[in-house]
């Protein structure tokens, strides 16, 4: 028997809502095999600051020649790769295997508050890992920092945003609207031709924790089973919009997104 695989390059979240956690459950929830490269070990959540532990460069170019040599993925993402160091070695693997699904997550700041990628390591996403995804998933701070402008503040502003991104050389740019709190959740896709609004409700929960890596690896889970973009896009939005309405509250601190919403709940 055989399923579609798919690769996560990104660092891992101890608390387990979000980085390689997250995605592994997304992956295993879409019924696709999931593998992953670590970056980096963080330690931290919305109550405690215990450290980021960033792997060695030659700790993650073994896990990604693992990946690929054993199994193969179909689509690969990334999330946190904290350094110019990672990025860079990152982005020369995903040339040398020729992977034509590759969905960028531009990991920053984490809600907790962690910092997942240095100031100085922006240039290097923008200049040697960008052009080579076939899809980038900015939050509005993200795109803010990418673009150096400021955060955008209204729908024309994240396709304004959205205009700017793609320029870099992504085939797709998703805008993520999240924290737009006086709008519903509007997302903007575009391919360099049409804006594409993806909206859905805005529920009333801080429990959100995950949200982003969550949907970036539903895009990545959709894509690695042949999906085009737009419609591995959209079944990423109604899994994301489904783990946030039945959001998990641990009583302390910012709670998780619930992988398991949309198998249990989505009709
Ligand atoms: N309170 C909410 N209710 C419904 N959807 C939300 C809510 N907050 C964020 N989203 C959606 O969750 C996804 C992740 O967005 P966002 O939170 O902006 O990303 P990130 O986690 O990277 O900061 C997007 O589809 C966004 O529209
Ligand atoms: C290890 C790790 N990677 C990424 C994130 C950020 O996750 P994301 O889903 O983009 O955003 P938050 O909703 O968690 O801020 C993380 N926190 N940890």
């Given at each position: 028997m055989s399923i579609p695989r798919a690769l996560t390059i990104a660092g891992s979240a101890a608390q387990g809502s979000a980085g390689i956690q997250a995605d592994l459950k997304t992956f295993q929830e879409l019924d696709v095999y999931g593998m992953s490269a670590v970056t980096a070990i963080v330690a931290n959540n919305s109550t405690t600051e215990q450290g980021i532990f960033t792997q060695p460069v030659q700790a993650i170019e073994a896990q990604i020649h693992a990946s690929f040599e054993h199994v193969e993925p179909q689509a690969l993402k990334t999330g946190m790769l904290f350094t110019e160091e990672i990025i860079d070695r990152t982005s020369e693997l995903i040339s040398y295997y020729g992977i034509k699904n590759v969905v960028v997550?531009?990991?920053?700041?984490?809600?907790?508050?962690?910092?997942?990628?240095?100031?100085?390591?922006i240039e290097a996403l923008t200049k040697h890992l960008l052009p080579t995804a076939t899809i980038i998933t900015p939050n509005l701070e993200e795109a803010a920092r990418l673009l150096n402008?400021?955060?955008?503040?209204?729908p024309s502003a994240m396709e304004k945003a959205a205009r700017e991104l793609?320029?870099?050389?992504?085939?797709y740019v998703l805008v993520k609207g999240?924290?737009?709190?006086?709008?519903?959740?509007i997302d903007i896709l575009y391919d360099g031709e049409e804006m594409i609004y993806l909206q859905s409700e805005r529920f009333?929960?801080?429990?959100?924790?995950?949200a982003g890596c969550t949907y970036s690896a539903a895009i990545t889970a959709e894509l690695a089973k042949g999906k085009p973009v737009e419609e591995a896009v959209r079944t990423a939005k109604a899994f994301v919009t489904t783990a946030i309405k039945y959001a998990l509250n641990f009583n302390r601190g910012i709670g998780s997104t619930y992988h398991a919403a949309y198998r249990k709940y989505h009709k």
């Open positions: 997550d531009p990991v920053m700041i984490g809600k907790m508050g962690s910092q997942l990628l240095l100031d100085e390591a402008v400021s955060t955008p503040d209204s793609h320029e870099t050389g992504a085939q999240g924290s737009l709190k006086d709008y519903p959740a009333p929960t801080i429990h959100t924790s995950g």
